[in-house]
């Protein structure tokens, strides 16, 4: 998906956007209806056919055929792929405060690639987010910040509402909706 210089062998954060298919091994996928993510990657999001139909008719998104390699039918799967925003979606001294108090640290930087992770914050643990969707033109999006510890790396998401609960109705077990705090805007929008 990334190449093989796309991502950090030590942290497994992308280095670059994603550039080519996402390949899945059809194992413990009984069906491939609603969504799901794949070898729970918290960043990849896979629909099936008929929803992500849906999903093209109704959302700003880009979806990317997923492949198989036991030759699955062509067009059974696609994944949702998300653009990353480069502008930071927190303040860091807030994250800086609020991963030390539950974690006693804040993070930590690869020694490979340089990138910082910062350490595991609920959504409720998060600070208000400093990003506009709609401004963007896209209705899913990633953080620029990283979270993570380990090879267990993944920006956070966030989807216009709409196509939040449609992927949530779809695989209610695999999906829910959490609202975030959002700060005022001086001209009264959110």
Known sequence: MFG??????????????????MTLQRKGLANLEGAWLPYSQPNAICLGRSLAEEVRDRFRVELREVHWPNKEP???AWQIVVPTVRSAWFPAEELRTRTIAIHG???????????W????LFFEELPPVQVDL???????A???EWFGDGRNSYHLLLMRRELAELISTASPRDFTVAPIAVPDRPDGAH
Do not use: F, Y
């Open 142 to 144: 990633a953080g620029p």
């Open 117 to 120: 992770r910062w350490m595991h």
């Open 134 to 140: 709609t401004a963007l033109g896209v209705d899913v």
């Open 105 to 115: 640290t804040d993070g930590q930087k690869c020694a490979d690639c340089g990138v």
């Open 74 to 76: 062509d067009g059974s």
């Open 4 to 21: 093989e210089d796309g991502w950090c062998h030590s942290c497994g954060v992308t280095l670059e956007p994603q550039t080519g298919s």
